[in-house]
C-alpha cells in the first residue's frame, strides 16, 4: 500500500503565491510519473502538471509560465509552486503517483485533495 499526504492549500490573493507538497510511503519499489490534478466545483477533474522519474515535464496550456511542478526522487515527494495565482485556478489539487510496489505491481494512487481558494 502506498499513501499519499499532501499540504500547502490555502487561501490567498490573486497574484499571489502558494507551495503544494505531496509525500509518498509505503511500499514503494520504484516511482515513475509523479502528478497534480485539480478539480473545480461542477468540473471534471483536470491535469495541472505531471513530472516523469526522468524529470520531464508537462503543463496544462492555463497554468504554463505561472506553474513549476519538481519532485524530490530520494523522498518520493513532489512540489506544486504556483505563483501570479488568479481566481480561476481556485479548486481542490490532488498528488497522484504511478508506481511499481514492493511486490513488483503496479500502483496508481491519488492524495485527499488540498484545497487552493484563490480570492481577494
Known amino acids: 500500500q502506498v499513501q499519499l499526504v499532501e499540504s500547502g492549500g490555502g487561501l490567498v490573493q490573486p497574484g499571489g503565491s502558494l507551495r503544494l507538497s505531496c509525500a509518498a510511503s509505503?511500499?514503494?519499489?520504484?516511482?515513475?510519473?509523479m502528478g497534480w490534478y485539480r478539480q473545480a466545483p461542477g468540473k471534471q477533474r483536470e491535469l495541472v502538471a505531471v513530472i516523469t522519474k526522468g524529470d520531464s515535464t508537462n503543463y496544462a496550456d492555463s497554468v504554463k509560465g505561472r506553474f513549476t511542478i519538481s519532485r524530490d526522487s530520494a523522498k518520493n515527494t513532489v512540489y506544486l509552486q504556483m505563483n501570479r495565482l488568479k481566481p480561476e485556478d481556485t479548486a481542490v489539487y490532488y498528488c497522484?503517483?504511478?508506481?511499481?510496489?514492493?511486490?513488483?505491481?503496479?500502483?496508481?494512487?491519488w492524495g485527499q485533495g488540498t484545497q487552493v481558494t484563490v480570492s481577494s
Open positions: 497522484n503517483a504511478r508506481g511499481m510496489s514492493s511486490s513488483f505491481l503496479d500502483f496508481n494512487f
Open positions: 509505503g511500499s514503494i519499489f520504484n516511482m515513475y510519473d
